[in-house]
């Protein structure tokens, strides 16, 4: 409900003036009396609906010219109608899933950080497609692109190490990327690819399949996960139990920041968990998707019912004051 002219509001505070002055006239008007000698007959007499009926007029009147007022202040019912249309962006993100992303740099490791940080930010999308790819010494695609986030989610948390041979192929984790969304028709394509080693296997050579993402128009964003010198990494011996060596951690960060200087994207370096989250967070906020929003108002008039309401209050105070009570209040 809204108000086109709200400020005939005003006109409501003439209400208690003219209740003010009906009390006034009740109080002080003088009227024509008879003398007995004994009330004591008169007391056992019932009173007369005209008595309530002589207020009842004044009431009416009021409310009818509230209405009135109502009226003038013109109600309007506003339904309200929004079109919302988005162009989504296709988004691969490509997980490195070798055996060194079991390393504890990055608690309570760099694969199960990796995933739950990407299922995060899967979270905050909205209309844009996602797929995962993971890459070993090989690479396919865990699911394709789709804006079924919850279904991406759950195949999130099936990725795991042995799931290909042991390697890093980053050229084919980006090509196998590159596969999903080369015939996207997707305004914008990107490629999210997660690594913590260097490339050791594959048959494409990593600038290569840059230099073919930029090709089709795909922005790749690289992220190197790892602390700088070494990472503790788990060993399982079947005598001795779990204990953790010191291993070397070596990042082709020169590759990867090359890969992403000629696909228009970005490289960042993750060496701990709040880093690894803000560099989602801005990647977020990098690939933001532009909603349109056309808003339709249609506005219906309700004064009318107002208006009729409020004339037929006037009528029935009418009606009241000259045929039920005729009214002191009104009449000498």
């Given at each position: ?182 015939d996207s028709e997707a305004e914008s394509k ?39 010198g070494t990472a503790p990494y788990p060993i ?93 209040l009104f009449h000498p």
């Amino acid at each position: 409900m809204t108000w086109d002219n709200p400020e005939y509001f005003w006109l409501l505070l003439i209400i208690p003036l003219f209740l003010g002055y009906l009390l006034w006239q009740f109080f002080t008007k003088r009227s024509s009396s008879l003398t007995f000698s004994s009330l004591e007959k008169l007391k056992g007499i019932s009173g007369n609906y005209r008595v309530w009926l002589v207020w009842f007029t004044p009431l009416l009147y009021t409310v009818a010219y509230t209405l009135f007022v109502v009226a003038l202040a013109r109600p309007q019912l506003q339904n309200t109608t929004v079109e919302r249309s988005a162009e989504g962006i296709d988004i691969v993100i490509s997980i490195d899933i070798s055996s060194s992303m079991l390393a504890e740099d990055i608690k309570p490791n760099r694969l199960i950080a990796a995933k739950e940080v990407a299922a995060d930010f899967v979270e905050k999308r909205v209309s844009d497609r996602i797929g995962i790819n993971v890459f070993a010494r090989e690479s396919f695609t865990v699911v394709p692109p789709t804006l079924d986030y919850g279904l991406v989610k759950n195949m999130l948390e099936t990725v795991d190490l042995g799931m290909v041979r042991d390697g890093t192929a980053i050229g084919m984790g980006i090509a196998t990327a590159i596969n999903r969304l080369r015939d996207s028709e997707a305004e914008s394509k990107v490629i999210i690819l997660l690594t913590d080693g260097m490339n050791n296997a594959g048959e494409i050579d990593p600038v290569t399949a840059g230099e073919m993402a930029a090709a089709f128009g795909i922005r790749v964003y690289t992220i190197g996960i790892g602390t700088r010198g070494t990472a503790p990494y788990p060993i399982d011996d079947p005598i001795f139990g779990r204990r953790y060596q010191n291993v070397p951690v070596h990042i082709d960060e020169e590759m990867l920041q090359h890969i992403s200087n000629i696909t228009d994207g970005k490289y960042w370096r993750a060496t701990d968990l709040e880093e690894f989250i803000e560099v989602y967070n801005e990647i977020d906020r990098l690939e933001q998707t532009e909603i349109e929003e056309i808003i339709y108002i249609d506005y219906e008039d309700l004064y009318p019912l107002y208006i009729l309401a409020g004339i037929g209050f006037l009528l029935t105070g009418f009606i009241n004051e000259r045929f039920m009570t005729r009214s002191p209040l009104f009449h000498p």
